[in-house]
C-alpha cells in the first residue's frame, strides 16, 4: 500500500512539474529568441517597437480585456485594492531597507518596489491561469503601471510627473475599459475584432523585446544585485500574500496578485535611471541578475500557487 501511495505521490509531483515547463517554458523560450537575435548581430529598434507595444498593443489588449471579462465588477475592484494595499506595503517596507543598508534611494528604490509585471507578468499569467487569470492580471498590471508612473518617476527623478500618467495611452485604456465594463457596453464587432487582433501583438512582442533589452544590458554589482534580488523577491512575495489573505481572494485572483508583484526588476527601471542621472548600471545589473533568477524562481512559485 505504501508503494502505492509514494507512486501516486511521484506522479501528481511528476504531473505538476510538467504543468509547470509548459507554462513557463514559452515564456521563457520567447525572451531566449530576442537575446539570441541580438547577440547574432541582427538588427532590433528596440525604441520603435517598445512604443509601437506600449503606445498601441498593450492599450488595445487591456481596453478589450476589460470590455469582454466575464469576470464580476466587485471581484476586480477587490483585486485592484488588494494591489495597492500590497504596492504600498511594499514599498514601506523596501524604502525602508533601502535606508537602513545605506543604499542610494534614487537608484535602488523604484527597480525594487516595482517588477516586471507586462513583459513578463501577463504573459505567465496567460499561461498558467488562462483567460481568467489574464484579466485579472490586466487590473493588477494597470495598477502598478499608475502608481510607478507618478510615484515611482519621483523616487527616481525627486520630482511629480502626474501630467505623464495622463500621456500614457495605457492609462486611458485601463480608465475606458472600466467605464465600459462599469456601464456594460459593448464595442461594435468590426472595432472589438480589430483591436483585439491589435492586442495579440503584445504579448510576443514584449517578451522578445525583455531578451533584446537584456542581451544589450551592461551590468555591475553582480555581488549585491543577488542579494538585493533575493530581498525583493522575498518582500514582495510577502506582502503580496498576505494582501490576498486579507482580501480573501479567490483562488485565481490570489495566485494573479502574488505572481505579478513578485516578478523580476522591469527593464523601464534602467531606462528611467539613465534618463534621471541615477546608476544605470547598477539598476542593468539588477534587472539582469533578478530575471535570470526568475527562472528558478517563478517555477517554484508557481508550483505552491496553482
Given at each position: 500500500m505504501s508503494n502505492h501511495?509514494?507512486?501516486?505521490?511521484?506522479?501528481?509531483l511528476l504531473n505538476l512539474v510538467l504543468t509547470v515547463l509548459e507554462i513557463v517554458a514559452p515564456v521563457f523560450i520567447l525572451a531566449g529568441i530576442g537575446f539570441g537575435w541580438v547577440k547574432l548581430g541582427f538588427e532590433y529598434r528596440l525604441e520603435f517597437v517598445t512604443r509601437l507595444s506600449m503606445t498601441l498593443a498593450v492599450p488595445c489588449l487591456i481596453f478589450t480585456a476589460l470590455v469582454n471579462t466575464s469576470l464580476d465588477p466587485a471581484a476586480l475592484t477587490t483585486l485592484t485594492l488588494a494591489s495597492l494595499v500590497a504596492y504600498i506595503a511594499v514599498s514601506v517596507i523596501t524604502?525602508?531597507?533601502?535606508?537602513?543598508?545605506?543604499?542610494?534611494?534614487g537608484t535602488f528604490a523604484a527597480p525594487l518596489i516595482f517588477g516586471n509585471t507586462g513583459n513578463l507578468g501577463l504573459p505567465l499569467a496567460l499561461f498558467a491561469f488562462g483567460e481568467t487569470g489574464f484579466e485579472y492580471a490586466v487590473v493588477?498590471?494597470?495598477v502598478m503601471a499608475i502608481i510607478s508612473f507618478t510615484f515611482g518617476i519621483?523616487?527616481?527623478?525627486?520630482?511629480?510627473?502626474?501630467?505623464?500618467?495622463?500621456?500614457?495611452?495605457?492609462?486611458?485604456a485601463t480608465v475606458l475599459g472600466a467605464v465600459f465594463l462599469w456601464q456594460g457596453w459593448t464595442l461594435p464587432r468590426?472595432?472589438?475584432?480589430?483591436?483585439?487582433?491589435?492586442?495579440q501583438m503584445a504579448i510576443p512582442l514584449m517578451l522578445i523585446t525583455?531578451?533584446?533589452?537584456?542581451?544589450?544590458l551592461t551590468p555591475s554589482g553582480i555581488g549585491r544585485a543577488v542579494v538585493l534580488s533575493l530581498v525583493k523577491l522575498a518582500i514582495c512575495i510577502g506582502c503580496a500574500?498576505?494582501?490576498?489573505?486579507?482580501?480573501?481572494?479567490?483562488k485565481t485572483a490570489f495566485g494573479i496578485l502574488v505572481l505579478q508583484v513578485a516578478t523580476p526588476v522591469a527593464v523601464t527601471s534602467y531606462m528611467l535611471a539613465e534618463k534621471?542621472?541615477?546608476?544605470?548600471?547598477?539598476?542593468?545589473?539588477?534587472?539582469?541578475?533578478?530575471?535570470?533568477?526568475?527562472?528558478?524562481?517563478?517555477?517554484?512559485?508557481?508550483?505552491?500557487l496553482l
Open positions: 501511495v509514494a507512486i501516486s505521490k511521484g506522479n501528481k524604502l525602508g531597507s533601502v535606508r537602513l543598508l545605506r543604499l542610494h534611494q493588477v498590471f494597470a519621483w523616487l527616481v527623478a525627486g520630482a511629480g510627473s502626474f501630467t505623464k500618467v495622463l500621456k500614457e495611452p495605457l492609462v486611458w468590426v472595432l472589438d475584432n480589430t483591436m483585439g487582433l491589435i492586442g525583455l531578451g533584446v533589452a537584456v542581451a544589450r500574500w498576505l494582501a490576498a489573505d486579507w482580501f480573501a481572494l479567490d534621471y542621472g541615477a546608476d544605470a548600471q547598477s539598476v542593468a545589473g539588477l534587472v539582469v541578475v533578478s530575471t535570470v533568477m526568475s527562472i528558478g524562481a517563478l517555477p517554484l512559485l508557481l508550483a505552491v
